[in-house]
């Protein structure tokens, strides 16, 4: 019987197979934790991050929901100053609920097109 971090670890690995980030078209990854929540622009094929932001940055008291939307609103500008306009989305093997969806769907209305 597998745990859930297992299980989660495994599909993390089985998507990652399939997609990669290149510099016309990064990959934005979400890794979420019990308080933060963080997302990365990374260039797969030079090892590079060209752009990260997380709650960390979020300085106002409000749920975790929107601080993940606050956090994909930072990336979309911080991805626009960078010159990045498409990317691959990587949730890391979480479900596409909640503060995840929150991050992509902040993403899309600042202007990042998945």
């Known amino acids: 019987m597998t745990t859930k971090i297992e299980r989660r670890i495994k ?9 990669s980030g290149t510099p016309e078209c990064p990959r934005m990854s979400v890794f979420r934790s019990n ?3 963080y997302v990365q622009i990374i260039d797969d ?7 990260a932001a997380s709650s960390l940055g979020v300085t106002e ?4 929901k929107e601080q993940a939307a606050k956090v994909g609103e930072m990336i979309a500008k911080k991805a626009q100053e960078a010159g990045i306009t498409t990317v691959v989305f ?10 995840v969806k929150e991050v992509a769907d902040a993403a899309r209305n600042g202007g990042l097109k998945f």
């Open 45 to 51: 094929l030079s090892g590079k991050t060209l752009a």
């Open 90 to 99: 990587d949730r890391n093997g979480y479900l596409y609920h909640g503060r």
């Open 35 to 37: 308080k933060q929540i």
């Open 11 to 19: 599909i993390k690995y089985r998507v990652r197979n399939k997609i």
């Open 61 to 64: 008291k409000v749920t975790k």
